[in-house]
């Protein structure tokens, strides 16, 4: 039988609720969304929370709405329904792109996009995406929310800016004409984690490219992102050319390590061959030529 | 007795019809008897301490943790346990093999991650699991020996009292003049092919509850393909009666060949409740399960091939080098020595020559696997003749072609001292080109070349015969009986573990009695109620245990005609079966039913017969051999080296059908089990012996997702037995992984590459690609 150590739980009403809980019980507590990741490493007992404090009845935190000039996504929005958004369909096809090729129904019915970033791991397709979309990331604690931008959340690998007693409420981004993005990934099985992953975003100022934003995942970019590839873009023709400068930029600057997913050569070789693609694949969203 | 065939005109009713599985219904609303299932709130529950070492010696085992803790009611090291075996588990092998004993609970050294060194008896399965923290083992570490490349080297031993690591070499067939053949062909390719080792994934992991039981039995309820092998082998290691045990096999969620074999568990559920008067009960979790269930295929096939221009192949030279494991397994050898005869596969050849090594390894020992040795053959060989092909310039379709016994060369004699009943291996593989368009996946796989595309085609293809039923010794058992109420109970000593088996003789039975299915109860799994039995292995469910059934159902027609004629008055000859009875010949108003004649002799108005019932156990004099040909169509992105598999066509040949719909499924199965080692599933060990691939997190099992619309196809010949049948349980995985990898080499032959080892992951596509391109530059 695969059963963790003996822990508490706690089910948390409202936001100021499950923050109380997380001052009382202090660090050994950890927040429990979708549970696809923790409750895996408790029962391998390879995590050992002392407290759950279970999060799914807190109301208000499953929205997808254009707040202003940004899309706000709430923390516990499941990844069956970002993949089921037309809105985000419409703006970030990204986002599409990416759930489609994320775990199995049985998991995105569960696992939230909250759940996703804090978890933080190195492999996890919604911070490409989130890193190649930049935007803010909003944190609440009992002394009122801040905000993180994007590309500063992530501390590394399964470390965030998020502190003990506070929360993840909600993932913004802005909205922006004249763009189109994409994701592209190598797994070994439909629903595995990536070998790589690259999402792009792009965009287009007549032929030229006005922005870019590169994510990538599994290959040990610092906060998912190859800044260089993406300065490299910007004012420059959106041609093929452009674009393998800056998939090479991220082949050389990327820090991949062998294990069973391949070697380190190998995943360097993908990280330059998905941002080619996701870069082609944003480029022809952003001109209308696919959806 | 002469028992009929399959039923003629008019009575065809339930042979070949694709009857729905009378098994669903109770599995798929919450009623399954899975073991699991079954387990009372008195039971206790059975935790293992395993090894974390691959290889080490046990320098002190501290209970006294565990043995602290209020639900722990015992706990025993592999030394207090030591006493109590009468024998080591179950091994076979050639005479000369080594056969170190394996014990349920190592006591003085460990060989393998996951070996059992301690165990505790708790009130709750978390309560055993807790207490295993508290056990303190002390190791003294040895080097691992985690491959075969390591243990031929004889540096490190994993029994060091045997001086080496080779478990025995067997020299095989010797058949024509192999110097000969080789001299006077145009090509002659020494070539490695590398048989990956993979893990028979059951849905239901093992699991095993004992216990006591009325009368003094210890009833063991457990999830096997084998109930009367587990019955004698529980006896043999406890030195008790086996008339001690009753085991009980219901609802077994897979088996897939690793549940051939008895494991600690068994024995060690089995013991506990004896000494402790209290159920005991084994669930293993996945891990447990992937670690120490054993494992199948890790062997490598070392083939001399040679062939002339005109296609004729001319010797083949075979040595077979396999990893046994730590302890040679029941059927480990096996694995390696079925190679013998069955390597040949479907061709003419001049001379064949066959050798094998088994190896220790410090891993967990290797049995039998969905095919158990034709697989193994298969592959080498397939893929042998596909580089020959290659190497020689000609389609390697026609190679096989030209090759083949023809239809009217059966009984054919195989060169490996195999007489094949009956088949036409040509008709086969040209269902499947033809099924699978051929020509028209030749010319767009030059016109992508010709393109530049990065996505290239590869189109590969394998033919088989297997080698079914297991042969002559491997009876099986059948039983009837039919009661006054027309109630039919079949009993056989079958051990299914979700093929459908009991839909399928009821069907059998439900044809010659010409009664509905319903009426049909199929008893499996039980050693009290059932006297004997091999259980279900070696696709011999139909032609062996289904025959077995057909002559007991035989068997109580006559004893009903006897009866009958009586009541009637009439001669048995003028009876014919009708209508779930018997009637004479142009006379419906004389129409008894089986129900009738059941009672009649119930009621004693038959002399001496005791019931409608009998009993058959059929021993079939030799082998079927179904045979067929599956061809694959790949496209791999060579830039990630993805292989995307567009078409998949499975031509078998299994005999005549009883149910096409769980033949399909059977087909379906293996086929996705074969295509899943071809491109998915492969265990890993790091250097020190530990098991990389120990959840299904790394253990890539293939779902719908990753499969591809699956075509099947049959031909039917006649096997040459009463029913017809041959057998189809292990032909995909034996057809699937040489298809499918043939078509990936197919696809990348441009890029020099001529090899790529299962499983044919995106990053080793890839490397093969750099790897041949970096050569072809040399």
């Known amino acids: ?124 397709d919604l911070s490409a995406v989130g890193a190649a979309l930049g935007g803010s990331v909003v944190v609440r604690s009992s002394s009122g929310s801040r905000t993180v931008p994007m590309r500063e959340f992530h501390e590394g690998p399964y470390e965030t800016k998020v ?75 959106a041609i093929r050319e452009s674009f393998e400068e800056a998939a090479q930029l991220c082949h050389d600057q990327c820090s991949p390590v062998t294990d069973q997913r391949g070697p380190e050569d190998y995943k360097r070789h993908l990280a330059r061959e998905l941002v080619l693609r996701a870069l082609t694949r944003a480029t022809a969203r952003a001109r209308g030529e696919e959806s | 007795m002469v028992m009929t065939g399959p039923s003629g005109g ?122 295993l923290e508290h056990i303190d083992v002390d190791y003294g570490p040895l080097p691992a020996v985690p491959s075969v490349d390591q243990a031929l080297e004889d540096r490190d031993l994993v029994h060091e009292d045997l001086g080496t690591n080779v478990v025995f070499r067997f020299q095989g067939q010797r058949s024509g003049d192999l110097d000969a053949a080789f001299d006077t062909s145009n090509v002659v390719l020494s070539r490695r ?62 088996g897939f060949g690793p549940k051939l074999d008895c494991y600690a568990e068994e024995i060690l559920c089995t013991e506990l409740a004896l000494r402790l008067e209290r159920p005991v009960t084994f669930v293993a979790t996945r891990t447990e399960d992937l670690q120490t269930t054993s494992h199948g295929r890790g062997l490598r096939y070392d083939i001399t091939i040679g062939g002339r221009t005109d296609g004729t192949l001319t010797g083949l030279q075979v040595q077979v ?52 040795g034709r697989p193994e053959a298969a592959y080498a060989v397939e893929r042998a003749i596909n580089d020959l092909a290659h190497a020689l310039g000609l389609d390697p379709a026609d190679v096989r072609r030209r090759n083949f016994p023809a239809p009217d060369e059966f009984p054919f004699a195989s060169i490996g001292g195999m007489t094949f009943d009956s088949g036409d291996y040509a008709s086969g593989l040209d269902t499947a080109l033809d099924a699978v368009d051929y020509p028209t996946w030749r010319e767009a796989q ?55 088996t009991g839909t399928t003789l009821a069907q059998i039975v439900a044809d010659r009695l010409q009664v509905d299915m319903d009426a049909i109860e199929v008893v499996f799994g039980d050693t009290t109620r059932i006297p004997r039995g091999k259980g279900t292995f070696g696709s011999r469910s139909v032609s062996v245990g289904g025959v077995a059934v057909a002559g007991a159902v035989d068997r109580v027609i006559a004893a009903a005609r006897r009866a009958a004629a009586m009541l009637l008055e009439a001669n048995e000859e003028d009876l014919d079966v009708a209508d779930g009875g018997l009637v004479v010949r142009g006379d419906p108003g004389t129409h008894l039913s089986f129900a009738d004649i059941a009672a009649a002799v119930e009621n004693r108005e038959v002399d001496d017969m005791d019931g409608l019932q009998a009993v058959h156990d059929h021993e079939p004099d030799g082998f079927t051999f179904p045979f067929g040909t599956h061809a694959a169509v790949v496209e791999i992105d060579t830039e990630t080296g993805r292989v ?133 530059r040399g």
């Not at chain 1, 069956?80 to 369909?89: E, H, M, N």
């Not at chain 1, 993840?168 to 595995?192: C, H, Q, W």
């Not at chain 2, 480990?332 to 050798?355: H, K, Q, S």
């Not at chain 2, 070349?449 to 590969?460: K, P, T």
Request: proline share 6%.
């Open chain 1, 1 to 124: 039988m695969q059963v963790p150590e003996t822990f508490d739980y706690e089910r948390a009403s409202n936001i100021d609720d499950a923050i109380a809980l997380l001052e009382r019980h202090g660090d050994e507590a950890r927040l429990i969304a979708g549970g696809h990741s923790l409750l895996p490493m408790m029962k391998l007992r390879l995590a050992f929370p002392e407290v759950l404090i279970d999060i799914n009845d807190v109301p208000d935190l499953d929205h997808i709405r254009i707040d202003g000039d940004e899309i706000a996504i709430g923390a516990m929005v499941r990844h069956a329904a970002i993949l089921d958004s037309a809105l985000l369909a419409e703006h970030y096809p990204i986002f599409r792109d990416a759930e489609r090729v994320i775990a199995d129904p049985l998991v995105r019915n569960r696992g939230t996009i909250g759940g996703s970033f804090c978890q933080a791991d190195p492999a996890e």
């Open chain 1, 163 to 237: 502190g003990d007693a506070e929360i993840l409420t909600e993932v913004r981004f802005p909205i922006r004409n004249a763009t189109g993005s994409a994701y592209e990934k190598v797994e070994r099985r439909v629903g595995d984690w990536a070998v790589a992953a690259a999402g792009a975003f792009v965009q287009l100022d007549g032929d030229m490219i006005a922005d870019a934003g590169i994510g990538l995942a599994a290959v040990g970019a610092d906060h998912f992102i190859v800044p260089d590839a993406e300065a490299a873009l910007r004012g420059k023709p």
């Open chain 2, 10 to 131: 008019g009575r065809t009713a339930h042979i070949g019809r694709a009857a729905h599985r009378a098994e669903d219904a109770h599995l798929v609303t919450g009623h399954s008897r899975a073991v699991g299932n079954l387990v009372s709130a008195a039971s206790l529950h059975l935790g293992v301490l395993r090894s974390p070492m691959a290889h080490a010696t046990i320098d002190g085992v501290d209970l006294s943790g565990a043995l602290a803790l209020p639900e722990v009611v015992a706990a025993f090291s592999g030394a207090d346990l030591a006493s109590t075996w009468v024998q080591p588990l179950p091994v076979s092998g050639p005479d000369d093999a080594h056969r170190p004993p394996q014990w349920p609970v190592a006591a003085d050294r460990v060989r393998f991650v996951g070996e059992p060194v301690a165990v505790v008896a708790a009130t709750s399965a978390a309560a055993a699991v807790d207490a």
């Open chain 2, 193 to 254: 092919y590398q048989q990956s080792r993979v893990m028979g994934v059951a849905l239901e992991p093992r699991t095993v509850v004992a216990e006591p039981g009325s009368g003094g039995q210890l009833v063991i309820r457990t999830s096997t393909q084998v109930p009367h092998r587990i019955r004698s082998h529980v006896a043999l290691m406890l030195g008790r009666d086996e008339s001690s045990f009753d085991v009980i096999a219901m609802d077994v969620g897979g």
């Open chain 2, 321 to 372: 080098t396999g990893d046994c494991g730590a302890y040679l397994s029941r059927v480990g050898a096996n694995i390696l020595l079925n190679g013998n005869a069955v390597t040949p596969g479907c061709y003419r050849w001049e001379a064949y020559g066959f050798d094998a090594t088994g190896v220790f390894t410090t891993t967990v020992p290797t049995a039998a696997y969905r095919g158990a």
């Open chain 2, 446 to 500: 030059a016109a992508r070349l010709a393109a530049g595309d990065h996505r290239r085609l590869g189109i590969g293809m394998a033919s088989y015969v297997d080698r079914c039923g297991t042969g002559p010794g491997m009876s099986e058992f059948g039983a009837v009986h039919i009661d006054p109420s027309g109630q039919v109970r079949v009993t056989s000593g079958l051990g299914p573990t979700g093929q459908g």
């Open chain 2, 644 to 776: 995307d598999l567009l078409r998949f066509v499975a031509v078998d040949d299994s005999g005549v059908i009883i149910n096409p719909a769980l033949l399909q499924g059977q087909v379906h199965g293996g086929v996705a089990q074969g295509i899943a080692q071809a491109l998915y599933e492969g265990v890993v060990h790091d250097d020190n012996g530990n098991l990389l691939t120990s959840s299904l997190i790394d253990y890539l099992v293939p779902t719908a997702p990753d499969l591809p619309h699956l075509e099947t196809l049959t031909t039917t010949s006649h096997g040459d037995n009463p029913l017809g049948t041959k057998g189809v349980g292990e032909s995909g995985t034996i057809g699937a992984p040489p298809a499918v990898v043939n078509a990936v080499v197919d696809a990348l032959r441009g890029f020099g590459v001529q090899d790529v080892q299962m499983p044919c992951s995106p990053q080793r596509v890839w490397q093969a690609i750099r790897d041949g391109q970096q050569a072809t």
